[in-house]
C-alpha cells in the first residue's frame, strides 16, 4: 500500500496507519550489526536503494548494464524476502542518460524503474531538465512510483508543490519516505523550466514532515518507521565520516541536523560511495548511505524494529556490487519483463539513431598517430577543438551560466565524423547516433571559476605525472584561446604564453572554464580543475549540446587551425632594428585532411616582419609535433614598448600571438652630432627620410618623435601652470 502527501492538509485515515508507539523525538537506541545479523525476533524492514541511475539502462547499445542492474537487485530480494522489501531511489532517475534512454525521453527508464517494481522516490535536479511542468505531466505520469519533493515549494510560498512523503506497508508496519532535492537546483537546470517554484532548505523540509508523521495526530499522517531519501550528500576527497563532517557543507547539515525522528537516511547527487553509522542529534546511531551512480552498487539497508514498541533496534547497512552477468536472473517475472522494455529501447534507438541531424563540409576527426587510424591523444584535433568549441557556445546560450574557455579532453571523443556517409545517408550527413557516438558518456556540462595562474597550471598538466598511462594528454581548447610552449622545459614552465580574447592571460583574474563533468572533477590527472571554485552543473549533458550545436547550424566545416605550438626560447624582449631568432614547430593538425603548412608570417602588431618557410617532418617528444620554421627577422627602427608578435601558418590559418615588449635601437639614443661644422644645410631637392611605423602601446602611439614632443608638451604645461601661480599670487 502506498499513500503519498503533498501536505499537512491532507488527513491520512486512522486504517491506513497502524497504532503502534510514535513518540515525537524518541531517541533511537539501534545498534548497528553486520548484514544479515538482524535478530529474527525482530520485524524486518529492507530498503533496497539507487541514486544518480541517470537512464543507464543501457551503455554500449547490449543493455548488458541495465540487465545487471535489474539482476542485481531481483537477487537481493530474493534473499532479503520480497514482501519485507522496498525499491527506492535518492532521485536523478533520469537526465543526463545515454543515447538510448535519452534518444526517447527517458520514458524506457521510468518503466524500466516500473518493472523492478520501484515504490518512491525523490525528486533529483536532473527530474527538472525539461522543466517543473514535464516532471509534474509526462514524467510522474509514466512513474508508477511516487515522486518526492518536501523542499520544492509553489514559487513565493511555503506550500509544497510536490508530495512530501509516501506511506508504504511493509511486514504490518507504516513506513514513511521523505524526498527532498539539493537546493542548489534552480542553479542547476535551465531557469525558464522552473519559474514556477523555489528551492529550500532540504533538512528543514524533511524534519518539518518527520515531525509531522511522528506526533501521535492521526489526521496529519502517521508512521512507525520514517526513512529520509536526500538527493544531496558527501563531496569527494574524504575516505571516513569524521572528515566528510569536518569539511562542513550540506552534507555534514544532513548527518547532524537530521531529526532524529529519522531512522535511516539516502543521499545522492555527488556519485559517491558510502555506508556510515552517523549519530542523530538525540544521541543514538543510524546508517546514511550513497551508492554511487549507475546502479552500481546497489545501497541495501536492514531494519530490525521492536514489535513491541515499535522503535527501530537494530541497523545494517551495505552496498552491493552490480552483478556482472544477468543469466541467473532469466525466468523471474521481474527481470524479465525489465529485461525486455531495455531490448525494445536499444531496438528504437537504432532506428531513432538515423536521423540525420546536421551537415559536415570535411571529415572532422581526433588526432591520426603515424601507426593507426585514430585517436592520438598527444595531438590537438578537428574534433577535439570543435567540441571545446561547441561546449563554450553551449555555455554561453541564453538561460545558460556562462564562460569564459571551452577545454576538452582527448579521452572523452570515442570516435569520427566522416564525410562519407555509413549507411545510406547523403554524403556529408551527420546522424544522431553519430553525434552521439562522439561522446558516449552523458557527462553533464559544468563551469567552474579559476584563475589564469590555475588554467595554466591545467595546460601544465598535459605532461601527465609519471605511473600515468600515457605521459601527455593534449586539451582541446575553444578558439578564443592559444597558447605557446617549450617542451624541453621544466616540469611547471613549459607553458611559456597564453592568449585569451585576444589578449595576454591575467594569472590574477578568474575564468569561467566549461567541460565535462569528468574533466572538471580532476579527471584524467587535471587535478587543478577541481580546486577551482563555484562549481556549477548545467543540466545540460554532452551529447544534447553536440546535436544541438548541428541542428543550429547549415553545415559545420573542420577547422584546420592549431591552437598551440611550440617555440624555442620564445622571444618577449625586442630590440629595434636589431635581429630576433628562434624556432617554431607544431603548426600541423594530424586529423583527416588537414593541410601541410609551407609558411609562416612573423608580423608585430600589424606590421609584417617577414614571411619564413615550414618544414614538414615529424619530431619526437612530448608532444610529437609537425611542421617546423627557423624564424629570424629585423625589428624595425622605431618600434618600442609593448606590443604582440603573431605568428600566421599558410595554408591552415594556425595562429600563435604572444606578448613582447620592443626596446629602442642605437638609431633612437640621440645623436650626438651637432651637425655639419660648416653649417651647410639640407639639401632642398633630397627626398624626406621614410617616415617609421606607429606602435601604439596602452592608449600611447610612439616613434622617434614621441619623446621629444611630450617633453615639448611638459615644458608647456610647465609655463601655464607658472603663470595661473603668478596670477593668483598677484589677486
Not at 191 to 214: H, M, S
Not at 249 to 264: E, H, L, P, R, Y
Not at 309 to 327: D, I, N
Not at 543 to 565: N, S
Amino acid at each position: 500500500m502506498s499513500i503519498t502527501s503533498r501536505g499537512a492538509s491532507l488527513v491520512v485515515g486512522a486504517g491506513a496507519a497502524l497504532a503502534l508507539v510514535a513518540t515525537a523525538g524518541a531517541a533511537h537506541a539501534a545498534d548497528p550489526v553486520d548484514p544479515g545479523g538482524i535478530d529474527p525476533a525482530l520485524t524486518a524492514i529492507n530498503v533496497l536503494n539507487i541514486n544518480d541511475f541517470h537512464g543507464r539502462i543501457d551503455s554500449d547499445g547490449t543493455g548488458a548494464l541495465g540487465k545487471n542492474v535489474a539482476c542485481t537487485i531481483e537477487s537481493a530480494k530474493t534473499a532479503l524476502g520480497e514482501k519485507d522489501t522496498l525499491l527506492l531511489s535518492a532521485g536523478d532517475n533520469i537526465g543526463a542518460s545515454p543515447f538510448v534512454s535519452s534518444s526517447q525521453q527517458d520514458t524506457p527508464t521510468l518503466e524500466f524503474l516500473n518493472a523492478l517494481g520501484m515504490d518512491a522516490s525523490a525528486v533529483g535536479n536532473h527530474e527538472f531538465d525539461r522543466g517543473f511542468a514535464d516532471l509534474t505531466g509526462r514524467v510522474s505520469d509514466t512513474a508508477d512510483f511516487d515522486y518526492l519533493g518536501a523542499n520544492v515549494y509553489d514559487k513565493g510560498t511555503t506550500s509544497p508543490a510536490l508530495d512530501e512523503y509516501s506511506i508504504q506497508e511493509v511486514n504490518g508496519l507504516d513506513v514513511a519516505v521523505i524526498g527532498a532535492v539539493t537546493g542548489q537546483t534552480s542553479s542547476l537546470v535551465s531557469p525558464a523550466g522552473i519559474t514556477e517554484v523555489e528551492f529550500g532548505d532540504p533538512v528543514a523540509a524533511v524534519n518539518r514532515v518527520a515531525t509531522q508523521l511522528t506526533d501521535g495526530d492521526d489526521a496529519n499522517g502517521e508512521a512507525d518507521v520514517v526513512i529520509a531519501e536526500y538527493h544531496e550528500g558527501a563531496t569527494s576527497g574524504a575516505s571516513t565520516l569524521a572528515e566528510q563532517l569536518a569539511l562542513g557543507g550540506a552534507f555534514a547539515n544532513i548527518a547532524n541536523n537530521t531529526s532524529g525522528d529519522v531512522d535511516a537516511i539516502f543521499t545522492g547527487h555527488t556519485h559517491q560511495q558510502y555506508a556510515w553509522d552517523a549519530a542523530d542529534p538525540d544521541g543514538g546511531t543510524r546508517p546514511i548511505v550513497q551508492s554511487g551512480s549507475y546502479g552500481d552498487p546497489v545501497g541495501q539497508v536492514e531494519l530490525g524494529v521492536d514489535p513491541d514498541t515499535g522503535e527501530v533496534r537494530q541497523y545494517a547497512s551495505s552496498l552491493l556490487p552490480t552483478l556482472e552477468s544477468s543469466q541467473e536472473c532469466v525466468g523471474d517475472a521481474e527481470f524479465d519483463a525489465a529485461a525486455s522494455i531495455v531490448d525494445t529501447a536499444v531496438a528504437e534507438a537504432e532506428v531513432i539513431g538515423r536521423e540525420v541531424i546536421g551537415e559536415v563540409s570535411d571529415d572532422i576527426t581526433t588526432a591520426v598517430p603515424v601507426d593507426d587510424e585514430r585517436d592520438d591523444r598527444q595531438r590537438e584535433s578537428t574534433l577535439g577543438n570543435l567540441t571545446a568549441d561547441i561546449w563554450l557556445d553551449a555555455m554561453n546560450l541564453q538561460g545558460r551560466p556562462g564562460a569564459d574557455i571551452g577545454i576538452m579532453n582527448p579521452g572523452g571523443l570515442r570516435d569520427e565524423l566522416y564525410y562519407e556517409p555509413a549507411r545510406d545517408e547523403a554524403p556529408g550527413a551527420v546522424t544522431f547516433a553519430e553525434a552521439a557516438a562522439i561522446n558516449p558518456f552523458a557527462n553533464t556540462l559544468m563551469t567552474v571559476d579559476v584563475t589564469g595562474e590555475q588554467f595554466i597550471t591545467a595546460l601544465e598538466q598535459q605532461w601527465q605525472p609519471d605511473g600515468a598511462s600515457r605521459p601527455f594528454l593534449k586539451l582541446a581548447v575553444s578558439d578564443n584561446v592559444s597558447y605557446t610552449f617549450d617542451p624541453d622545459a621544466a616540469d611547471g614552465e613549459r607553458i611559456t604564453s597564453v592568449t585569451v580574447d585576444g589578449e595576454p592571460i591575467d594569472p590574477a583574474a578568474t575564468y569561467t572554464v566549461t567541460s565535462g563533468s569528468f574533466l572538471l572533477s580532476g579527471g584524467d590527472n587535471f587535478t587543478v580543475l577541481a580546486e577551482g571554485s563555484n562549481s556549477t552543473d548545467s543540466g545540460l549533458i554532452d551529447t544534447d549540446a553536440f546535436v544541438d550545436y548541428f541542428t543550429a547550424r547549415d553545415v559545420v566545416e573542420p577547422d584546420f587551425a592549431k591552437r598551440a605550438i611550440a617555440v624555442d626560447a620564445l622571444p618577449s624582449e625586442l630590440v629595434a632594428g636589431e635581429k630576433v631568432s628562434f624556432t617554431a614547430s607544431g603548426f600541423d593538425l594530424t586529423s583527416v585532411d588537414s593541410p601541410t603548412n609551407t609558411e609562416v608570417e612573423v608580423l608585430v602588431g600589424e606590421t609584417s616582419l617577414g614571411t619564413f618557410p615550414i618544414t614538414a617532418g615529424l619530431i619526437d617528444g612530448l608532444p610529437t609535433r609537425n611542421g617546423t620554421a627557423d624564424i629570424a627577422a629585423t625589428v624595425p627602427e622605431g618600434m618600442t614598448g609593448d606590443a604582440a608578435m603573431t605568428l600566421v601558418a599558410s595554408p591552415s590559418g594556425t595562429t600563435s600571438t604572444f606578448p613582447v615588449t620592443i626596446a629602442g635601437g642605437a638609431a633612437d639614443q640621440g645623436d650626438t652630432d651637432q651637425g655639419d661644422t660648416d653649417g651647410a644645410g639640407t639639401d632642398d631637392g633630397a627626398a624626406e627620410p621614410e617616415r617609421p611605423d606607429l606602435v601604439q602601446t596602452d592608449g600611447f602611439v610612439q616613434g622617434p618623435g614621441s619623446t621629444v614632443s611630450a617633453f615639448l608638451v611638459l615644458v608647456g604645461v610647465g609655463m601655464l601652470l607658472g603663470l595661473a601661480l603668478t596670477r593668483r599670487s598677484r589677486s
